[in-house]
């Protein structure tokens, strides 16, 4: 009986889960439904906080807020589990019953952490940052004093609406971009918002470009109250605001926007720039001011300026040149272009012929002021060959004031035959870029990369004005029809119109159909962002020059018409965006296609006829998040490619060749021999040492090498579709203890790496050994956060668990050193370090690091302060009492988790992203802020030299990959 006795209190023991599962489980319901109040209450918080001065969260709050919803993805599981097991599964229950037990624990605590009694958010001052590139103001008395009227309105308590006018080209946009440069840097505002109008602008587009602005997410109806209320609320919350409206056509109505009406409390101004005074009333200006031209003395300097400094004008020449510039009327636009075309002209005879054609160059084309027209005409005409003319017109295809990625354009140019005796596309290339930069050395093209895009990227656009120029060109010789932004309606409209047309763009127009038609010589058809539900069956059918498609972001289409297939002349065709697109037709006689670009489609399956398609060059499959296989074969028949982008894609590339019968392996990227660009995920780290041992990415001019992680960012991915970048990514990967550990052999360095910055590595315990770490001369920051197992972060192979602070370690360009969330991290580096360069340590919750590695006679000579909690301060160890009496000055007792401002102005909606300045150089944060930057890159331990996988320029720029990636090395160029 006693044995009974004890065997039943064990059952009621092990039993005595099971009894209370029902109860837990409603006590399980109750806290996670606690959980979910504290949860929108935060979310709630955050949203307030974002349109108050674009405030954002801190990121122990996103964490929070991540691990809500992991433990409410698990419950859910957890009782969707309890529904489908039996009864009489009693161990399964039991075990699931224990989980909910710990869950209600973990409920408890998660809703306790979530008090956040220092607050939620960091500052982010939307808007309050972002500079734009300086350009210098031509014509310093007339300029500076139209400059001056502006700023003293903007001081005037009483002035709430400024109008600014002045023909085309006079210099309005450069005055206010200085204009808005210098109340930024001045502080005056709470934010200072730039909108371009611009001609084709609408209520719907104002409202989305002022949302933009403030990081504000417009709901998604297309009724304009709900959407003027929205923005008329973020602006009132923000509260003192400036907006500059640049490029205005007409008057809007503010309330109609949304935007609040400046008066003297709220002290908000508002500034538009227009060519009509009429403009400058229908807005209701309580100031209105005329930008005058320059004057002679002005337009003669600046004229001087463009054509060289050096360059003498001879006493024969002089008078002709006086009085081309006369000709330019003192607009700064014509000056500066008709200078940069008469740039190294020293020939009386050119000069004299430059100046008949300025006088008999008056247009009959509508819309463009008589001298505006007359000096961009000239600077038209003067261009080096007719190939520069032809590429010039060929933006005007492009919406106004768009930025025009130039390896896109270039391939454009390529395909539609400008560049026909060229066959080598590296060759068609050196040509399209060469030509670029004439255009831009003639002022007729700008160049618009927005700080951050860096490394190479390149973007132009043109000026509207030479837009209108080049449109009234093409206009008269009905070669082009040009419709962006706009309601076209039936297109065509008239059959007998499209006979001569051989370039045609209706990009982000609205468009009733796509109706059939003949269109015998187009060679560059652009509907990227257009609006239509169709195309006609047979809209494609008679168009066998067509030689660029663009079909890009057209978001309704669910599919493409047969007809495409007739297409045998087709060099490029882009697909991008269009999520809908489930299928794409037989591409089995599209043998020239040379661009290939589906990013972004709902594919399932690879086209028909792809491996038909022997001259491709560029293949685009990035974020095709259904694509289920690339057949075994198909990417290694493209003989000639050159580029293979499918960053985003669900199909991951594995060293497995067969996938069990199914699909291709990295040895088909392999034999790619031609391949110059590659951005791909593997399935896994090994499949990524697979590939990298092959040494095939050494040949290679650009490359995105990814594990764990998924792209989104259309955005990103064609940033990176158009940039030189070199990286290897790992994302949440917890299969690492240690990076570089073995002691490098001769030819092994990391002499050319910059930026190391790791994350999210739970198992990492150590990053470098001593002999690694020595190599790394070119070292700028180090920045490794939240890494649960780190111990040391260099640890010496030789000695470990020894300290040897009588050997040195030199490392002549670190700047700064951030150390965050490390919880068992006892040192940085055992041997004393030389750092003359440093400028900054940063440590957050690091409580077991006791040490710094300097010595009395190794201070940093150029540190600027020491970050970090006054506890941990107080509990550092030193070798020398001097030390610290030393290093003292340069503390400061920072809270804990928040990012310099500067860090978090730069991160927006990242999680983290690598900055090379740490706030510490704030005037050139301040121009960069076009664009966010994201996040560096890694490399694992591969064991393998990484000297070629490291290379890096010096004029490299940080630059942003894809929102939320966390990341191990650096590696671009």
Known sequence: MEHLGTLFEMGKAICAPLQSLKENENILDKKIEELSYRESDVQAELERGKLQYGKMPKREVELWLKNVQNIKDKVHDIKQKLGEVSWTHIQLRMNLAKEVEVKIKEAVELKENGRFQEGLLVDLLVGSIETFPPIKIVGETTALKNLQKIEECLMDDEVGKIGVYGMGGVGKTTIMTNIHNNIKNAGTFDIVIWVTVSKDSNLKKLQDDVSKELCLSLSNTEDALRRSAEVFRALNLIGKFLLILDDMWRPFSLTEIGIPEPNEENKCKIVWTTRSKKVCRGMGSQRTIKVDALTKDESWTLFKEKLGVDFVLSPEIEPIAEAVVEECDGLPLGIITVGAAMRGVDDIRIWRSALEDLKNSRPDLEGLEDDVFSSLR?????????????????????????????????????????????????????????????????????????????????????????????????????????????????????????????????????IELLSRSKFPKLSTLLLE??????????????????????????????????????????????????????????????????????????????????????????????????????????????????????????WKWSSNENRNGRGAGVAEIVRLVHLKKLLVDFVDLSDLSSYVRFGHWRGLNCYVLTVGYRFNDLEGIKNNFYSRVREVNIFHTDCMSTIYMKEPTQGDNLANLKYIHIRNCPKLKYVFSVGWFQTLQ?????????????????????NMGEANNNITITLPRLKRLALLLLPKLKSICKRTLICSSLELIRVDKCPNLKTLPFSINSLPSSLEQIKGSRRWWDSLEWDNANTKMQLQPFFSDGPQYDLQLEEDQERQHLQFSARPDYGLQREEDQERQGTKRKADSYLPDLNLPPLSLMQQHEESEPRELSPRNWQLWKTRE
């Not at 831009?440 to 837009?467: A, Q, Y």
């Open 778 to 798: 070119n070292l700028e920051e180090i920045s490794v956060e939240y890494c649960q197992a780190m111990e040391e972060m260099v640890v010496d192979m030789g």
């Open 529 to 650: 962002g257009s609006r239509f539900h169709s195309i006609n069956r047979f809209f494609f059918e008679h168009m066998q020059n067509l030689r660029v498609l663009d079909l890009s972001n057209i978001y309704f289409i669910t599919y493409l018409p047969q007809s495409l297939s007739n297409l045998v002349n087709l060099h490029v065709l882009r697909l991008v965006g269009l999520n809908h697109l489930k299928e794409v037709p037989s591409l089995a006689q599209l043998r020239e296609l040379r661009v290939l670009d589906l990013s972004g489609t709902s594919i399932k399956n690879l086209p028909d006829g792809m491996d038909h398609l022997t001259n491709l060059r560029c293949l685009g499959l990035s974020n095709t998040t259904s694509l289920e296989m690339v057949p075994v074969g198909t990417i290694s028949s493209f003989a000639h490619l050159e580029e293979l982008l499918m960053v985003g894609s669900k």
């Open 378 to 510: 000239f600077s038209f005409d003067h261009l080096k060959t007719q190939i520069h003319r032809d590429c010039f017109l060929y933006c005007s295809l492009y919406p106004e004031d768009y930025r025009i990625a130039c390896d896109s354009l270039i391939e454009n140019w390529i395909a539609d035959g400008l560049f026909d005796e060229i066959e080598d596309r590296e060759k068609g290339f050196d040509k399209g870029y060469t030509i670029i930069n004439d255009l831009k050395d003639t002022c007729m093209l700008e160049n618009c990369n927005r700080d951050g895009d860096g490394l190479n990227l390149s973007f132009v656009k043109m000026h509207d004005l030479l837009r209108d120029l080049a449109i009234a060109i093409t206009r008269k010789s009905h070669q082009f029809v040009v419709k962006v932004c706009s309601n076209v309606g039936k297109f065509p409209r008239d059959e007998n119109l499209m006979d001569d047309v051989i370039r045609v763009s209706l990009m982000y127009s609205s």
